[in-house]
């Protein structure tokens, strides 16, 4: 095994200082049995990965159902349910092929009509991201072989093998399914897929159990037991709980930053930010710019320019992240620095608010929380703050992870947070927050703001479209101009997510999806 470690730096600011070093573990043979306890943080609103896809449900769905394919830390694709696929010469065609002897975890047999079902139908109908993608290029689906699918493009599309992971594209069972009502279907509370391990036991506020699927598709695999990813609703009681070895995983986001660094130096603990390479996640606020005043560019500026996003990832992220300067991660492709910047300035904030012609005074904004724990907590306490300097009323309005998505698809907001996963390519998750085409009331993860030009429309399909990187790039430079100066959405920082966890935990991050990969190669070192 070939894995990437990292050392935290000690001083504030620092950001991770990534080092490679051996394979020490290469050479151990992997042995069978045991648990590995991890945490579910916050509780995930449910499992059924197509309907909602939510950081907390990939994590623990990701053991559950697979997709046709998964993703190399170098976003090459590598073999899941697809175990190959071919492309046409003229990228209009794009033909996989499935594994062998695969049961879904009641023992019905999977097949091709699984995939075309999936992606015809239920995500068609369901999936924001896959909805704009079917709409808007795949001409057919189809499935000349019981193991073959067949996805026919009308243009060119050149993210289109990006599209195929977990969160974009999980496989969904036909037979419990079809002719269904997808969001009352009682499945979603007992999900069945083909991962490697099945739901045993879902104990609200307590914890979810897996087990091991016998019949897995991969001979001997996997090698655990049985998984548990615990519910610890306080962030000091989970660092507890991995330092006392309760749990042996902690993903981003589980403890507060301070105890990543305290953490990490404890005897027999490793630490990566391997596994974030496919989500690239980028932290932003939301505006809902269907009434004032965010409906005014003006006030949206003026936000820009009354946060200080070094602030925020300096003292309220403890150093674990970047300020982003726009809508695509600096480390990933078709990235522009050349857009508008909004450095720190409250006076400018307060001139531009004036500009607007509005009185702050007679607004009274709804701030809506992101409930991911203290650090979120800490940085909507301080953008109210802000905020109110400019003459604004803010009200903060709490709400689980599931009333957080119901609010947010129902456009049922003011402000709130989001961070979103940028997969590899900007066609697939940064395009889905801007394209008008992507307004649609009930899904949380698309253009809730409301944001609509049709020059970035233009551009965006531009770009995807393109036949060689060039073109994509300066299309995409163009839309990048655009969408920051319109303040499209709030652009706070690029999130540097730590994985943390117990040596005796072998292959834990292996692809750039990092923990939302399946875990059949995951052991435990006796």
């Known amino acids: 095994m070939k894995k990437r ?12 200082c990534a080092s490679v070093f051996g394979t020490a573990h290469a050479q151990e043979t992997p042995t069978k049995g045991g648990t590995l306890n991890m945490i579910a943080q916050p509780e995930p609103p449910m499992l059924m990965v197509g309907l909602n896809t939510q950081g907390p449900t990939l994590y623990v769905a990701g053991q559950i159902y697979q997709s046709l394919l998964t993703y190399g830390t170098d976003l090459e694709p590598l073999p899941s349910l697809a175990k190959s696929w071919t492309v046409s010469p003229d990228g209009l065609t794009y033909t996989f ?25 239920f995500l068609r109908e369901a999936h924001p991201r896959w909805r704009l993608i079917a709409t808007t290029y795949v001409e057919s689906i189809t499935s000349p072989a019981p193991n073959q699918v067949v996805f026919k493009l009308k ?83 989970r660092a507890v709980a991995f330092e006392k070895g309760t749990v042996d995983v902690l993903r981003g986001g589980d ?28 932290v932003f606020l939301q505006m809902n710019m269907r009434n004032k005043p965010f409906s005014d560019k003006n006030v949206r500026q003026a936000i820009m320019h009354a946060i200080d996003r070094d602030f925020i990832v300096k003292n309220i992220f403890f150093g674990l992240g970047k300020a982003a300067t726009g809508p695509i991660a600096s480390t990933t492709l078709y990235y ?62 709490g709400t689980d992870a ?43 993860y698309g253009n809730n703001q409301n944001y609509l030009n049709p020059k970035v429309d233009e551009l965006f399909a531009k770009a995807a479209g393109a036949v060689n990187k060039e073109d994509a790039a300066k299309a995409y430079a163009e839309a990048q101009k655009i969408l920051v100066d319109d303040v499209a959405l709030g652009w706070l920082f690029e999130m540097h997510n730590v994985t943390v966890n117990r040596k005796k935990v072998k292959n834990l991050v292996t692809t750039g999806i990092g923990l939302n990969q399946y875990m059949d190669e995951v052991w435990i070192s006796k």
Do not use: C
Request: without cysteine; aromatic residues 14%.
């Open 5 to 16: 470690n990292v050392s935290l730096l000690a001083a504030a600011a620092a950001l991770l």
């Open 97 to 121: 092929t499935l594994q062998d002897n695969v049961k879904w975890h009641d023992g019905k047999p999977f097949s091709a009509e699984d995939v075309v079902f999936t992606a015809d139908k």
């Open 155 to 237: 243009t060119p599309f050149s993210a289109f093998l990006h599209a195929f992971e977990l969160s974009s594209f999980p496989i969904i069972p036909k037979h419990l399914y079809d002719g269904t009502d997808y969001r009352t279907n009682p499945a979603n509370q007992t999900p069945i897929g083909t991962g490697p391990f099945k739901l045993k036991e879902w104990k609200r506020g307590s914890y979810i159990h897996l087990v091991r699927n016998e019949d897995y598709w991969k001979p001997g695999k996997p090698y655990l037991d049985e998984l548990y990813f615990r519910i610890i609703p306080d962030a000091a009681s």
């Open 255 to 282: 403890v507060e930053g301070f105890e990543v660094r305290r953490l990490v130096k404890m005897k027999d603990v490793e630490n990566t930010t391997s596994g974030w390479e496919a989500y690239a996640p980028l």
């Open 336 to 397: 522009s620095k050349d857009v508008p910047a909004y450095p720190f300035d409250m006076a400018k904030a307060k001139k531009l608010v004036a500009d607007s012609g509005l009185n702050p005074s007679e607004y009274t904004i709804r701030l809506m929380p992101l409930p991911y724990g203290a650090m979120w907590d800490r940085m909507t306490e301080y953008v109210k703050q802000q905020i109110e300097q400019l003459g604004f009323k803010v009200n903060i309005q």
């Open 402 to 444: 599931g009333g957080w998505s119901q609010n947010t698809a129902d456009f049922n907001f003011d402000l709130t947070f989001n961070f979103t996963y940028q997969y590899g390519d900007p066609a697939l998750g940064v395009a889905r927050h801007y394209l008008s085409s992507n307004v649609i009331k009930g899904t949380p």
